[in-house]
């Protein structure tokens, strides 16, 4: 029959290794460094996102996201778990978008997945930095004058297969994953440099 197994080195890229249905067979790391990818069920992967819009904010009112609550206050913020309302809904807006991106706490309904967050005008735009899975993180708020656009971030695509890290110190390595796959296999480079892995899939 001959060996079936296809490979395909991906460095600090984003790669569709393989459309249509298959088996992810190993994922090793061929040259250590700081990079970390995503490896997805699927040949695309949308990020899943949501909005908050900003109109009159007062005191304590608050926006909760991924179980992280965030409390409009007068004045200056003491931390990044407050926003300031001491001005117009544009710059409160950017002010929350700040708060949340510069929150160094992890999340508490999905603690692995992160997200980033911008403003426009009024408009808080939070994205998360998973495929399909950013779809779990929670989003809401205290009322109408923080209205926020559903109960969950949406519009994410791309089932997380694994997480790999290139690791200098141990390179990862799981030769008999046999990893069914139904839309393709997706490598999404998500930060560092320097590194590669080797996928094996038939």
């Known amino acids: 029959m001959g060996d079936k197994n296809n490979v395909k080195e991906v460095e600090a890229t984003d790669t569709t290794v393989k459309v249509g249905h298959g088996i992810l067979k190993s994922v090793y790391v061929t040259r250590p460094g700081t990079d970390i990818w995503i490896i997805r069920d699927g040949t695309s992967s949308n990020q899943a996102c949501g909005t908050v819009t900003v109109a009159c904010v007062v005191a304590c009112n608050t926006v909760t996201v991924n179980g992280l609550v965030y409390t409009a206050v007068c004045g200056a913020k003491c931390g990044d778990t407050e926003f300031s ?118």
């Not at 141990?170 to 892995?197: E, K, R, T, W």
Request: hydrophobic content about 40%; some cysteine; proline content about 3%.
């Open 85 to 202: 309302i001491c001005c117009t809904d544009c710059v409160v807006a950017t002010d929350l978008a700040d708060s949340i991106d510069d929150d160094c706490r992890a999340g508490i309904t999905q603690p692995l997945f992160d997200h980033t967050s911008t403003a426009t005008c009024a408009v808080v735009t939070i994205v998360a930095t998973a495929g399909q899975d950013g779809n779990l993180i929670c989003l809401s708020s205290s009322g109408a004058t923080l209205a926020v656009s559903g109960a969950f971030l949406t519009g994410g695509t791309g089932q997380k297969v694994m997480t790999v890290e290139a690791d200098a110190a141990a390179y990862f390595n799981a030769p008999y994953i046999n990893h069914p796959v139904a839309l393709g296999i997706q490598v999404d480079h998500v930060s560092g440099s320097g590194s590669a892995i080797t996928i094996v899939y038939e």
